[in-house]
């Protein structure tokens, strides 16, 4: 019975029918299923006293010692044992959530982690090697999962536990592997009347109140000779005034249950009647025809379309005063009123939108697991689960088709028996070799002085050779088949638990290189395996059982944690609400309450890994591309991965930057050399334009210095000409005298 399991709602009832009635019934059930497993229970309590060293009886020890032998146990069972419940319990088990439906995968993520935090909260690590230890020795372990609503200041938590094999009682009309048949499944122990208050703190009256029978009820095998292993009814005073009886009874019933299909948000839930009636009470707004199930959502719905409205209101009034304006009338004058729209606001309930059509609802039978709880002669009280499966959830070894399940150590029983038979006889063997045997004549010596000096070393005994000769006896040699024979027994209860010399760590028997080594160690864990596919199976049953409970627990916000097997902590927050800032509308992120999902534990989670070959195929496929090198690092043993990731990340992006800024710097060389060269294009183009311009420059001298030439040449040309025609017309008419003529004519 889990701590701290009280009811934590109101459906928690009282039976219909009378109390006494229920309480007898459950009382009744518990003899008969006890009677009926009387002969597997004392098997299964005989099997764990020979996993723990009690393997003689009481009548088998008192014969070994008359013939002077002592009862020697050589405990094969518990190392193998041992080994084989290390291997299965190696890592932690791994779950992978899938929606049944078109539901947010990240939500299914979000839920296997929340498994990972049962776990971790549970210590599942010590519940599942106990389990597995059951498993092995009795046949039989049991997980119990259960709310805790103590747990987390008073929020409560989804738990599971551990539970004794012979605390458990089974329909012994089952046939299925997990009991689901089980018309009953009673967990019943004794309680001090203290410890039960503990449990139960709201029932203590009924406790004091309550009254049982003080009887253990335990399977007596006869193999308590030595003391030196003890079980529950073997310690403690027994106080028949202070010990109660409690009776944790689960049973199926179908139950009139709602399923409700909400069109406007899409959820789809399954309501009983107490949930129901709470349901249809539950107010709405309709606002506009939308349908807001939320009060703070629906007035900030509301004050948003008033805001709305307000501005679409003086957006007419700017339109009609621009519009008087453009038209020329005075913008003084009174404005025309804006339209008004009226928000159309509702409130409702639930059962009218039911009535809407806004809400489906369908009645259906739903098979519920029904839980009470039984003190003495008082209920204490009854409650409906939200499952379907019991959340007793067997690990069945060798399964028989009944709740009796057989064991791997009950197929190893004689073998140990031999073993220990074989011990014993060669002990005494031993001892007796080393204390020889003296065959005396009568009266050949004086027996007194004989015992008194035969011990002393270098002391002389006389004896009267008459009567004869003391003659020493020497016991036959044991056979060597002996020997082989308890190896040989050995090897047989190592292969019947699949455990091997190599798994534990012989390393004469190992192969001579690496990967033969693997390989035989891969090989030699398939009966592992096989084992482990009903851990595995058990533990999707836990899984299964612990989803429901959860959705129905964890109803509002909770932020939980989850180590990582990196060592790394992940945080996740679910059923938070947040406001959408553009519509405002409230949205619950990572909602775990909707939805339905399929759950498994990944197959080979829980076994021990090779390390290192593991980390060689990680690299191979680093390399061929196929992975990233975080998922490397993972199988890694650097406890800070995550630093060490964040330091590379950072390094890689430095790198990064590195090969950009060098990617830069050689683009602008190229750049520098482009424009050298274009620098040089362009001085060498513009002493070519200089020169053009020179040359132009000299053309157009040269040019007007031609000019020039020819017209002075032309000029030259007009007055040579001119002074030859003057002359050619000079020399046709005559001459005339000039006066200087005429004066020295007169002179004359």
């Known amino acids: 019975m889990p701590e701290n399991d009280i009811p934590y709602n109101d459906n928690n009832t009282k039976p219909a029918h009378d109390e006494r009635d229920f309480v007898n019934e459950t009382i009744d059930i518990y003899q008969r299923y006890s009677k009926k497993r009387d002969d597997w229970a004392v098997e299964a309590k005989e099997d764990r006293e020979f996993r723990l060293g009690k393997q003689w009886t009481t009548e088998q020890a008192d014969v070994l010692k008359k013939r ?44 296997s982690s929340l498994l990972s935090y049962m776990y971790d909260i549970s210590d599942g690590r010590s519940i599942i090697r106990k389990v597995v230890d059951d498993y092995y020795v009795m046949g039989l372990g049991f997980i119990q999962v259960y709310q805790d609503p103590m747990k987390d200041m008073g929020k409560g938590e989804v738990c599971m536990h551990d539970l004794d094999p012979l605390d458990v009682y089974v329909d012994p009309n089952s046939q299925h592997k997990f009991f689901d048949d089980a018309e009953n499944i009673i967990v019943s122990r004794l309680f001090t009347k203290d410890q039960a208050k503990k449990l139960y703190p709201m029932y203590k009256k009924d406790i004091e109140d309550s009254n049982s029978e003080q009887d253990w009820n335990a399977p007596e095998t006869g193999r308590n000779f030595d003391g030196k292993v003890h079980f529950p009814e073997d310690v403690g005073t027994l106080d028949n005034t202070n010990y109660v009886r409690g009776y944790e009874r689960y049973y199926k019933k179908h139950v009139k249950e709602y399923r409700v299909y909400e069109n406007f948000s899409n959820k789809e839930d399954v309501l009983n009647d107490e949930e129901f009636a709470q349901y249809v009470q539950r107010p709405a707004w309709i606002i506009q ?3 807001v199930p939320d009060e703070k959502q629906a007035q900030a719905i509301v004050k948003q379309l008033q805001e709305q409205e307000e501005l679409r209101q003086m957006q007419e009034q700017m339109q009609a005063k621009a519009e008087m304006e453009r038209i020329g009338l005075d913008a003084s004058a009174q404005l025309p009123q804006p339209s008004k729209r009226e928000i159309q606001v509702q409130e409702v309930t639930f059962a009218d939108l039911i009535e809407q059509g806004a809400i489906e609802m369908v009645q259906v039978l739903m098979c519920r697991v029904h839980q009470c709880v039984v003190i003495g002669d008082k209920l204490l009280y009854k409650r409906i689960l939200p499952i379907e499966e019991y959340p007793i959830i067997p690990f069945i070894n060798i399964h028989t088709r009944t709740p009796y ?26 001892t007796t070799s080393t204390n020889t045997k003296i065959l005396v004549p009568e009266g050949s010596v004086d027996m007194a002085e004989f015992e008194q000096k035969w011990a002393q070393p270098g002391v002389a005994i006389s004896y009267d050779p008459t009567d004869g000769a003391p003659m020493a006896v020497q016991p036959s040699p044991l056979p060597n088949e002996l020997y082989q024979n308890e190896m040989t027994a050995k090897n047989d209860i190592d292969h019947q638990l699949g455990i091997y010399e190599m798994m534990q760590g012989n390393t004469a028997s190992a192969p001579q290189t690496y990967k033969a080594t693997i390989s035989l160690d891969e090989f030699g864990q398939r009966k592992i395996k096989s084992k482990l596919a009903d851990i595995e199976a058990g533990l999707t049953r836990v899984a299964q059982v612990a989803i429901p409970l959860m959705q129905q627990l964890y109803s509002t916000k909770k932020v939980f944690r989850v180590v990582q097997p990196n060592n790394s902590i992940n945080d996740y927050v679910i059923n938070q609400k947040l406001v959408d800032d553009k519509t405002n509308e409230i949205k619950i992120f990572n909602d775990i309450t909707v939805g339905k999902y399929d759950v498994i534990c990944v197959a080979g989670s829980t076994l021990p890994s090779n390390r290192y070959a593991e980390l060689e195929f990680y690299k191979d496929a680093f390399s061929m591309g196929l992975i ?6 993972k199988k890694t043993e650097v406890f800070d991965a995550e630093g060490v990731q964040q330091r590379m990340d950072t390094i890689a992006k430095l790198n990064q930057a590195l090969q950009g800024a060098q990617q830069e710097i050689k683009k602008l060389k190229g750049d ?17 334009e200089k020169f053009k311009a020179d040359l132009d420059k000299l053309s157009n001298k040269s040019s007007a210095a031609s000019s020039l030439y020819e017209k002075r040449l032309d000029d030259v040309l007009a007055g040579v000409k001119k002074q030859v025609t003057d002359s050619i017309k000079e020399d046709k008419k005559p001459a005339l005298p000039s006066k200087r003529g005429k004066q020295k004519k007169q002179e004359k």
């Open 68 to 111: 002077g032998q002592a009862p020697i146990v050589v405990n094969r069972i518990h190392p193998a044992v041992e080994t084989a419940k290390a291997m299965i319990t190696a890592n932690r088990p791994s779950f992978r959530v899938a929606p049944r439906e078109d539901s947010d995968k990240k939500v299914a993520n979000v839920v």
């Open 289 to 291: 025809g939308q349908i």
């Open 405 to 430: 399940p057989v064991s791997d150590v009950r197929l190893v029983k004689g073998m140990q028996e031999y073993i220990n038979k074989t011990r014993s006889l060669i002990i005494a063997h031993a």
């Open 628 to 633: 990233d090198r975080q998922e490397v690092l």
């Open 672 to 688: 520098l050399q482009t424009r050298d060269r274009e620098a040089i294009n362009l001085r060498k183009k513009a002493e070519v």
